[in-house]
């Protein structure tokens, strides 16, 4: 696709994946042309997981329109019980009626697809043909008016930015990298591998086993070992199984059925719940998959007219499921800067030094929330998992203080919480506050 002289700035979003997704749902509104480029040969694929939705993710998608069809397929959280690896009780209760208290929204738990398809199927007809899939980005070339993506089938697509959604493994940073290198060989640039993982988790769908109830979190926490089960709305429950890894490793790793096999073999008298083992449950696996949990947040987060956001930018562990949530702050971040500038200026599009510009405020912005973000992650991981050095007597001791009454909720209500309080929403959408909690948001009021 070849555009004419811009009248407005032209995205090219590279991957169709969540973040994707939500970003052409904002840049329509932004009046920000865009292209949506997907690889895979659908931006609806059923990968078996889960998605918890917190109420700053909700607020934005109100505001997008989107916020009663999210909630119709979705299932608040109301529930926990924490058990050890024989299934006794140690902990009961859930940080849900804690959220829902603070914020005035429970924690939503959805299945994946589910999220995908409520952002897929309410975007506008227009806006749903600027989404192109089979459309593996291969290259990326920028000059100083825009910025040329070529995919692998030979089509190209032109624009003013790249925005690089392509998740933890995406090739948005390479291109970045190695344009920055070849301009000045100086250049500070990312690492070539910037994440590493130290546990890796298993995870898939199952039907709700019986005798439990629809929006219950059951956890097991223990040495280098823990699970999750969520149950959901329509009849579903999700497992994961996290493993802290022998080594931590850079190296992307493809887990296959015989290896899910053998980790459900050696891990099948472990408890899911009170009354139920691994073994009771990984029979009745509807879909699953397994992958290492790289941790980790570039350093530099755009060069160029290129810049990244999401799981590409930063990648997290999924115990308190904020990875979505940080990727759209990322693209809410990004677009009030964009919008901001195209109010203020005539020409309509974006020099090379506004988006510089723009990209360096936006890194500002999101860098220290994202740094709170990966340590409350990592922290959750190791304190359901605890780790086999030293560290882990730490995290043992925290799971232990998370008992003391009057301590439960320390973490969400001194940490989580204000991550929650200070999201950020659209700056030019209406956001008629569909939450009311005891603690008040920040954005809009304090800049509007
Ligand atoms: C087991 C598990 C459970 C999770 N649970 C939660 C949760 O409860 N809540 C939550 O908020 N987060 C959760 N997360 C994290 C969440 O899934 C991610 O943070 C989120 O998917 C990131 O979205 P993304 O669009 O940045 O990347 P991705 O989801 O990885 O999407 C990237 C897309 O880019 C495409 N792509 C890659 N390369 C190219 C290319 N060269 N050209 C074109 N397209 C390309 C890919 O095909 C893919 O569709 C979980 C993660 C895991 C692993």
Request: charged fraction near 20%; hydrophobic fraction near 40%; glycine fraction near 10%.
């Amino acid at each position: 696709m070849t555009m004419g002289a811009p009248t407005r700035p032209c995205a090219v979003v590279v991957g169709g994946g969540p973040i994707g997704l939500t970003a052409a749902h904002i840049f329509s509104q932004a009046g920000i042309d865009f292209v949506v480029l997907e690889a895979r040969d659908t931006v609806l694929p059923e990968v078996g997981a889960s998605m918890n939705l917190y109420p700053g993710t909700m607020r934005v998608l109100h505001q997008l329109g989107l916020g009663e069809a999210a909630e119709a397929v979705s299932a608040k959280i109301v529930r926990a019980f924490f058990v050890d690896w024989d299934g006794q009780l140690y902990k009961k209760g859930h940080p849900g009626p804690v959220f829902d208290e603070i914020h005035g929204c429970h924690p939503l738990a959805f299945h994946r697809l589910d999220v995908l398809r409520v952002l897929y199927n309410n975007l506008e007809p227009g806006d749903q043909k600027r989404v192109l899939t089979n459309k593996q980005v291969v290259d990326i070339q920028t000059t100083p008016e825009g910025v040329t993506a070529l995919c692998a089938d030979g089509s190209k697509y032109e624009g003013t930015f790249v925005l690089g959604v392509d998740g933890v493994n995406g090739k948005t940073r390479d291109f970045m990298r190695a344009l920055a290198l070849q301009q000045s060989p100086d250049a500070q640039v990312n690492p070539e591998k910037p994440f590493t993982a130290y546990y890796r988790v298993m995870f898939g769908t199952i039907p709700i086993p019986p005798g439990m109830g629809v929006g219950e979190n059951h956890d097991c926490h223990g040495a280098k070992y823990s699970t999750m089960l969520i149950t959901g709305s329509q009849g579903r429950a999700w497992f994961f199984l996290y493993e802290e890894l022998d080594a931590p490793t850079q190296e992307r790793v493809r887990y296959t059925e015989k290896d899910m096999e053998e980790l459900a073999a050696r891990c099948r008298d472990m408890h899911v719940s009170q009354e139920l083992t691994f073994g009771d449950i990984w029979p009745t696996v509807v879909k699953a998959g397994m992958t290492n949990l790289d941790e980790g947040m570039l350093e530099h987060w755009s060069g160029d007219r290129i810049v990244v956001a999401g799981d590409a930018a930063h990648k997290i562990t999924p115990n308190i499921g904020w990875g979505y949530f940080a990727g759209v702050q990322d693209v809410i971040a990004l677009t009030n800067l964009l919008q901001a500038s195209l109010s203020q200026g005539s020409t309509g599009t974006l020099t090379g030094e506004e988006l510089a510009k723009i990209f360096r405020q936006y890194e500002a912005t999101r860098k220290p929330e994202m740094a709170t973000v990966l340590n409350l992650s990592a922290s959750a991981t190791r304190q359901s998992a605890w780790p086999r050095t030293w560290s882990g007597l730490f995290y043992r001791f925290m799971e232990w203080v998370s008992t003391v009454p009057g301590f439960e909720y320390f973490t969400i209500k001194y940490i989580a919480s204000p991550v929650q309080s200070n999201a950020l929403v659209l700056d030019f959408l209406s956001c008629e506050e569909p939450y009311h909690g005891l603690v008040p948001w920040k954005y809009p009021t304090a800049r509007a």
